[in-house]
């Protein structure tokens, strides 16, 4: 019978585990900015708590700075999100150059990530995102040749950082 309780025990403390695992992995989780700046279009500096976190928008890639378009991709982003408040949607997950992956929400509930491929200054990044919402958004813009689309055959940011040996995700 001792045996028995402390067999329960044990189950119902790795059950407790597994849940709670499951819960930090599965769960989104929130970081409400007190501040933030845009470094490019696919990337967002926020502060919480005195601290800087660099976030990386999931779903979206947007042209590197020396890019055609990249300078606008963060201009645009920089004009689109001045003077809003920004929450950080994540799953606790970093790429490999330890940005946090994350959906940037603006307080009017607008997603960045969406907007930023909608308007034509990010690529739905389908090597990573499974998000077909994003494919449609970047086929909408190119058919009206938004932002980059009005160009006739941009290249996309994991073509031009291979060509140009330039490291980035």
Same mark, same amino acid.
């Given at each position: !019978?001792?045996?028995? !309780?402390?067999?329960?025990?044990?189950?119902?403390?790795?059950?407790?585990?597994?849940?709670?695992?499951?819960?930090?992995?599965?769960? =989104?989780?929130?970081?409400?900015?007190?501040?933030?700046? #845009?470094p490019?279009?696919?990337?967002?500096?926020?502060?919480?708590?005195?601290? $800087?976190?660099n976030?990386?928008l999931?779903?979206?890639? *947007?042209?590197?700075?020396?890019?055609?378009?990249?300078? /606008? *991709?963060?201009?645009? *982003?920089?004009?689109?999100?001045?003077?809003?408040? #920004?929450?950080?949607?994540?799953?606790?997950?970093?790429?490999?150059?330890?940005?946090?992956?994350?959906?940037? #929400?603006?307080?009017?509930? $607008?997603?960045?990530?969406?907007v930023?491929? /909608?308007?034509?200054? *990010?690529?739905?990044?389908?090597?990573?995102?499974?998000?077909?919402?994003?494919?449609k958004?970047?086929?909408?813009?190119?058919?009206?040749?938004r932002?980059? +689309?009005? /160009?006739?055959? =941009? $290249?996309? =940011?994991?073509? +031009?950082?291979?060509?140009?040996?330039?490291?980035?995700?």
């Amino acid at each position: !019978m001792k045996y028995r !309780m402390i067999g329960a025990a044990v189950v119902s403390f790795v059950l407790i585990i597994i849940g709670v695992v499951c819960w930090l992995i599965f769960t =989104p989780h929130y970081l409400v900015a007190e501040s933030f700046s #845009i470094p490019d279009g696919d990337n967002v500096l926020v502060t919480v708590g005195g601290k $800087t976190e660099n976030v990386r928008l999931l779903h979206i890639d *947007a042209p590197e700075y020396n890019q055609p378009y990249g300078y /606008q *991709a963060k201009e645009f *982003a920089r004009v689109y999100t001045k003077g809003k408040k #920004i929450k950080i949607k994540h799953w606790n997950k970093r790429d490999p150059y330890g940005r946090l992956l994350g959906i940037a #929400i603006l307080d009017d509930g $607008t997603i960045l990530n969406q907007v930023l491929v /909608q308007e034509g200054f *990010a690529w739905w990044y389908r090597y990573f995102s499974s998000d077909k919402s994003y494919e449609k958004l970047e086929s909408n813009a190119k058919r009206y040749r938004r932002g980059l +689309w009005i /160009q006739d055959s =941009p $290249t996309p =940011p994991w073509e +031009w950082r291979r060509r140009n040996n330039v490291s980035g995700w």
